[in-house]
Structures are given as C-alpha cells and as structure tokens.
C-alpha cells in the first residue's frame, strides 16, 4: 500500500504525527504525544503494507499470554522456589550421560503426572535469574535429551515422553522460551553464558525440523511460535551493542527462517501464522541481520521458481554455497510459488526503511522513549542511523529478483554477500570530497550510495550518488576516476560500500521467455518506482495517479473535446521489455 504525499516533508508520512523535531523538546508535550502513539501504533502498522491477511487475525497476543503462563514456583519467593528446583535438577542431569563421569540410566518417571510435575520444575529452572548459570544450563540439558525423543529416545528419556514425544515436545517448547528472555541484570560474562545454552537450544530445534519424521502439525505450530516470540523479545527493542539481542540476532533469524521452509515443505503454516510473523517482521526492521536473511531465502526460493516455470534454458540464479541447504529442501511447486510470494511481502514495503518515523513506530520503541531517563522521540533512537544501508541492501536485493526475471541471473553472488556482511561503524566512515570540479563529472554508470541519516526521512542527495565505471579490463585513467558527490550539510556520512551494477554494454541480451513487463511491474513497481522518488516532491493528485498499476489505468474523456478514449486493457499493455 502507498503512502500518500500529502506531507510537507518525505521524512514525514502521514499516520505517524510529528511529535518533535529534536530531543531538546518539551519532555511533558513529548511524553503526550508519544503516549498517544502508543494507542495507534497498532493501527498504523495495519496500514502499512498488503492486504493479503486482512482476513485472518493475528497471533500476537494470543502468544504472548501463553508464553507468560509461569510455573507453580514462581508462585513461591525466590529462594523456595530455587532450593526445590536446584536438587531435582541436578538428579536428572546426572542420569543424562552426558558429562564425563556420569551413566544414562533409565529414567524413574513412568507416569504422566510424574513428568509434568518434573517439567514444572524445570521451566522454572529455565527461568532462574543468570547468577544460577548451573541450574540453568541443567535445564537445558534435561530438555534437549528429552526433546530428542521426536528422533531416537535414549533410555534416559521417561516411558511417557517415548509413547507421546509431540505432545510434551510442544509443551518445552513453550518453557523454552524462559532460556532466551533478557535478564535486567545481566553482565557481560553472565550474557555470553546466556548465549551459549540459547544456541544449544537452537542446535537441537534445528535437528529435530531437519531430521525428525513424527512431527505432527499441532508440533510444527508449537515450534514456529517458540521462534517468532523468541526472535521477537530479542529483536523489537532497540539495537544496544553487545546485549543478548545483539549477540544472537543473526542466529535466531536465520533459524527462525529455515525452519519456517521446512515447516512450508512439511506442514504449510496457516495464514494467521503468516499474519503473525510479518507483524512481526515489521517490528523487527531496524536489524540489519533481518534484511539479510530476507534476501538470502528471496533469491533461494526464486532460483526454485525460474527453474519450475520457465525451463532449465532459463539463464540460472545462482546461489551462494552458504545458501544451498535453502535450495535443498524439497517443496511442491505451488509449495515454492505459495512461500516465495508470502516471504517477498514479509516486510511490508522495503522502501519505507528510509522513514525513521515509521520503522520506530513500535511498542518496544515507544517503551524505550516513556521509560528512559530523558524522553526522546524514538526516531532519534542511534540505532537508526543504520537504515540506509539496511534500505540499500534491501533494495539491492529486490534489484537481484527483477534481473533474474529478466534472464539477467550472472551477478557476482559473492559481492552481494560481501556487501551483506559488511559491518558499518563510525571508525570506517572516510572523509568524501564535497566538490568535484566540472571536468571530472561524468554521465553515471553505476551507482553508491552514501548518506547520513535524516531523522525526519532521507533527502535525495543523502541518499543517491552518482559515480562513473569501467569494467575492470578497461585501464584506468583521470577521466573514468569514481566520483562521489556528498553534500557539505551531512555531518556524519554512512560508508555505503559502492555497488558496481555492470554497464549495460557488458550484461548479456535479454532472453526471449522472460516474463512480459507489466508482470514484473506488477510485483516490483511500486517499490522500484517509489525508490526512485526518495527525496522528490510530488504534487498529491500526481503522485497518488503515478502509483496506480498499469492495468487500471482508464484514460478518461477529454473535457470540451468530445473525444472519447477506451479503457486500456492489460492485452494492449503487454509489451516486452
């Protein structure tokens, strides 16, 4: 869906109310303004974005309230609950056989109430603050045995959970989430201990969606809404460096997102999963990890779709060695048709990551500007200043699809996931020349782009700069120097690093069973078109008629004329690249 422009600023969409300009505003019209954004954060995010789950309610809540049904111990003060907890979890670790001077020796839980009470203790382990590292990691341990069970139980593992292993794998499932949850006291030491049982936690999900040939549908589900609370409560707040959220922010999404295709070749998710999980994704996309992993599983997934509709003579989209365990997954074509789709709009409109205003229109940003110490608005949060490189990274991919569309599927892979991986810090940023003398300029070929952010959005001459290229047989010279224009305004510039494209002398012709131009445009257009357009302004009528789809477009009678036009149609429309 596209914003409207009747704003005065591009750094202002319509829905998310200037509340200040800087962070030295009035602290009491601030807190106002941003308690009254609280009340339609929910509804702007409705707005942002496609329909396609209009239809179907979201899961949000309901997954919050079930992740926060406690143990009976936490009922109890902190030390009765821990010295009932701490022996008994400490018996069943010692029965794993897992540590060095220890046997796995049958379980003596034989009944279902036996089990259940034993996992009330533990998710209460799980749970324990991080100073109880031991009893904690015993928990996990217990668990991760016992979740095994979904593949081949040891004798360890209670006669229970062997006989029925989906129902009480659902159950963990729901405590582990206590293992991932922020602590407020944590340390540094106490956060990479922290880090370590949750990646032990994710190794054993990972093993059991790969390998495990039991899983039923109500177990999928259970697994699919651990991982969307997880990457949720680790990933909405604001980015702070080095916290659990910033350690382990690669590794959930990029687990949360395999296995989502595995549970979509397996047990296709429902569409208010679906529903919930671009709700989320929308809360999430201050995280450059996030952005990615969505290009990594867009360009997997369109490889699989060039190859079922177009013939193996379509020119190949290839995909990184780190990427084949995405194309490996078996899936039904309309399996693949059905997930790319879905997994290409996850994000909403990738062009609104040039808004501060409307990616920090969260909960979790709202929280942080009541609940700091000094009220800012939560567009000037730092962790924004990352966003255009989050939007050039997420532009380039959609850039990838189009071309590969066309037959143009030959890009250098490496460089995208070199440019993917790059780590934007203050230290890497260098000092751009400002001028370029009038000689030197050149029609561009290629193209970077470097900018500084702009908390109210981003100006087109932050954001779009121009630089001249040859291939690189070509011998260099003063006149093909790259130019790079930077405003003299910005202060602190993003080292974008600069993207060669090719020139269109070196890209091969286009093939004859590529697909018609109106079809791509209708699934890149609006996002290609209003990129192009960051930092112009349009009038309203203008640009609200510009965004319409080429198949809707009526040319209406002349007024005075009498001339009369037909509509046009998608038939005549339909002409080739």
Not at 20 to 48: H, Y
Not at 154 to 161: D, E, G, L, M, S
Not at 507 to 514: I, M
Request: glycine share 4%; with cysteine.
């Amino acid at each position: 869906m596209h914003r409207s422009a009747a704003h005065d600023s591009i750094g202002s969409p319509p829905g998310i109310g200037s509340v200040a300009s800087t962070p030295q505003c009035n602290s009491d019209a601030l807190s106002l303004g941003i308690f009254s954004r609280v009340n339609t954060s929910v509804k702007g995010q409705e707005v942002v974005g496609t329909r396609m789950y209009s239809e179907w309610a979201s899961m949000q809540q309901t997954i919050q309230q079930d992740l926060n049904d406690l143990s009976v111990l936490n009922k109890f003060p902190l030390i009765a609950g821990k010295d009932v907890a701490t022996p008994i979890v400490k018996h069943l670790a010692s029965n794993l056989g897992i540590s060095s001077n220890a046997h796995c020796e049958p379980s003596r839980l034989e009944e279902d109430k036996d089990v259940l009470w034993c996992m009330e203790v533990l998710s209460y382990g799980l749970g324990l603050p991080l100073v109880e590292h031991d009893t904690i990691r015993d928990s996990v341990n217990v668990y991760c045995e016992w979740l095994m069970a979904l593949l081949k139980p040891k004798i360890c593992v209670p006669k229970p959970i062997c006989e029925d292993p989906n129902h009480y794998a659902q159950i963990m499932m729901k405590h582990f989430y206590n293992v991932f949850v922020p602590r407020t006291e944590s340390n540094a030491d106490a956060i990479n201990r922290q880090v370590v049982l949750c990646h032990r936690v994710l190794r054993s999900l990972q093993k059991v969606a790969r390998e495990s040939v039991v899983l039923v549908r109500e177990t999928w589900e259970s697994m699919l809404v651990l991982l969307l609370a997880i990457n949720d409560a680790l990933l909405a707040p604001p980015t702070v460096k080095d916290d659990i959220g910033d350690q382990l922010c690669e590794r959930v999404v990029g687990v949360l997102f395999e296995i989502w295709l595995l549970a979509c070749a397996y047990s296709f998710p429902s569409p208010s999963l679906w529903k919930t999980f671009r709700d989320m994704c929308l809360n999430w996309r201050h995280r450059i990890n996030l952005v990615d992993q969505w290009n990594r599983v867009n360009m997997a997934l369109t490889s699989k779709l060039l190859r079922f509709m177009y013939g193996p003579s379509f020119p190949e989209l290839k995909i990184g060695e780190d990427d084949c365990h995405f194309t490996s997954i078996e899936m039904s074509n309309d399996c693949v048709a059905q997930s790319w789709f879905r997994f290409l709009h996850l994000l909403g409109n990738p062009v609104e990551l040039c808004y501060p205003a409307v990616i920090s229109n969260t909960p979790k940003f709202l929280h942080f500007a009541i609940t700091s110490e000094c009220v800012v608005d939560p567009c000037q949060h730092e962790c924004l200043d990352i966003l255009p490189h989050i939007l050039l990274k997420a532009m380039r991919g959609v850039s990838i699809l189009v071309d590969a569309f066309l037959g143009i599927a030959n890009y250098p892979v490496d460089e995208f996931h070199w440019a993917a991986n790059k780590t934007v810090t203050s230290s890497s940023v260098q000092q751009q020349p400002t001028v370029t003398p009038p000689q030197l300029r050149k029609p561009a070929k290629s193209f970077s782009v470097t900018s500084a952010v702009n908390k109210g959005g981003l100006p087109k001459s932050s954001i779009m700069a121009l630089s001249a290229s040859k291939s690189s047989n070509v011998p260099s010279s003063s006149s093909q120097t790259s130019v790079v224009y930077t405003p003299t305004s910005v202060q602190q510039p993003h080292p974008f690093p600069s993207i060669t494209v090719g020139t269109y002398e070196s890209r091969p012709p286009l093939v004859s069973s590529r697909p018609r131009c109106n079809s791509i445009l209708h699934l890149f257009g609006s996002w290609l078109f209003e990129a192009a357009l960051i930092g112009s302004h349009l009038p309203t009528s203008s640009r609200a008629e510009n965004m319409k789809r080429p198949s809707s477009l009526v040319l209406e009678t002349r007024r005075g004329s009498g001339t009369s036009f037909p509509e046009i149609g998608r038939a005549s429309c339909r002409e080739r690249v």
